[in-house]
């Protein structure tokens, strides 16, 4: 069975700009969460959606946006970027929000901001 | 939010038995604990979960005593692929409102021949 798929694997953009990332959840999972991980730390939590809704947000600026399809893909949108959104974005799925469903990364995209 | 305290690193040798322990002395009555592996480059991968006594399954076992304030991660015979960080994380349990992960800085555990 495919695992969380997540594309582009890697990418370059300059100050200023815009970028999309996109992530497909593991098939069933209904479930999409967003996470941040810069060099040397773990990763922080972002946004998760579930059902297309958002159901939680980590304490990241406007500028970090995302939303999930009705095929429970989702992307994240982040704006006017910063040399220190320079970080692996990595995606995660689960079957619903629940108290105990364990989430299933994807291997990230690799995000430099020159 | 239950923090969790997990020592920074852990040397070991092929063939030995690795036990990683994890404080969570603030974890929540509907909490669960979860552990993931991480190679550099890639994402987490979820290796076990569970809320009390003990769980097994085909990479590792977890041990939660009786007040829950703490876990160990055991990972029996380990080969040099064991390398990683290895992140502790108390799943804070809200039914239907969301099960965000709150990662620390993790274990990396370095195994030699």
């Known amino acids: 069975d495919a695992g969380v798929t997540q594309s582009p694997t890697h990418l370059i953009k300059t100050r200023g700009q815009q970028v999309t990332l996109r992530c497909s959840p593991i098939?069933?999972?209904?479930?999409v969460s967003w996470y941040q991980q810069v060099l040397g730390q773990g990763p922080q939590f972002i946004f998760q959606?579930?059902?297309?809704?958002?159901?939680g947000r980590g304490n990241f600026p406007d500028r970090f946006s995302a939303r999930q399809f009705p095929n429970y893909s989702s992307e994240l949108n982040v704006n006017a970027l910063l040399l220190g959104d320079s970080a692996l974005y990595l995606c995660?799925?689960?079957?619903?929000?629940?108290?105990?469903?364990?989430?299933?990364f994807g291997d990230g995209t690799r995000l430099s901001i020159l | 939010l239950a923090k969790t305290t997990q020592p920074i690193s852990m040397d070991s040798y092929e063939g030995q038995e690795v036990n990683i322990t994890c404080s969570h002395n603030n974890i929540a009555t509907n909490d669960y604990i979860t552990w993931y592996q991480q190679f550099p480059s890639q994402g987490p991968r979820f290796i076990i979960q569970g809320y009390k006594t003990k769980v097994t399954n085909e990479v590792a076992s977890l041990f939660i005593p009786a007040d829950r304030k703490s876990s160990t991660l055991s990972l029996p015979r380990v080969s040099l692929s064991d390398t990683a960080v290895y992140y502790c994380l108390v799943m804070e349990g809200r039914t239907g409102g969301g099960n965000k992960l709150t990662f620390g800085t993790g274990t990396q555990l370095k195994v030699e021949l």
């Open positions: 995660a799925s689960s079957l619903d929000p629940g108290d105990n469903q364990p989430q299933h």
């Open positions: 098939s069933g999972h209904k479930s």
């Open positions: 959606y579930y059902e297309k809704e958002e159901r």
